[in-house]
């Protein structure tokens, strides 16, 4: 009886470190930091609405650090020189299902938003091999340019202590005309979340 029951205990021991391991690695891969803090604090001033997305009054707004490098095509690109028009920028990774997830709705707002003075940046990040990342923006038809971060450098370097994290993945940051940060999230977003943080900021003058 002793050996019928060994392998069962066995077969319930992999399948329990089994999911364990699966769920480790979808909070290490795409975790969300969805309660709006991000590591090592900070005061952002942002304000969070119950749909998950953080907006900063025009007056409490800072701005990003430096923020370029190489795009995926690599072309050089500093996302200052935007300054004027209203930027979206958007953390992801080809390995995150919630990144294809919202994908298709970036494309279309990017799209639909150009001639209007909006401006999409994608930040690749974890992609240590640039193939996935180039064939997500030809599958989902990406019309805007991503700079490629393997490491996480720009992240870290580029945004204000407490505005993002690199455990939340997807991340959206728009920038103002003036380039300062006026909305976030840490989340995926669909066509109207995403438009959301965006017509406001083209109603400023």
């Keep these: 009886m002793s050996l019928s029951r060994a392998p069962r205990r066995t077969r319930r021991t992999l399948v329990a470190v089994g999911m364990l391991s699966v769920a480790a690695l979808t909070l290490s891969a795409c975790g969300g930091d969805n309660n709006g803090k991000s590591g090592g604090g900070g005061n952002t001033n942002f304000v969070t609405n119950t749909g998950g997305i ?107 202590k407490g505005t993002l994290s690199l455990q939340g993945i997807p991340s959206t940051v728009v920038l103002d005309k003036e380039g300062k940060i006026a909305a976030r999230s840490l989340m995926a977003l669909d066509e109207k979340k995403l438009r959301s943080m965006i017509e406001p900021l083209l109603k400023e003058k």
């Design 54 to 160: 953080s907006t900063a009054a025009k007056g409490e707004r800072t701005a990003p650090n430096e923020i370029a490098g190489e795009t995926l095509e690599g072309k050089r690109l500093d996302v200052a020189d935007l300054k004027g028009k209203v930027v979206v920028l958007n953390v992801w990774g080809s390995w995150c299902p919630p990144c294809r997830a919202e994908a298709p709705h970036f494309a279309k707002v990017a799209k639909d938003l150009k001639d209007q003075g909006v401006e999409f940046v994608g930040i690749n990040t974890r992609d240590f091999n640039k193939q996935p990342a180039v064939a997500f923006e030809e599958d989902y038809g990406i019309p805007y340019p991503s700079l490629y971060d393997p490491q996480g450098k720009l992240i870290l370097n580029g945004f204000p």
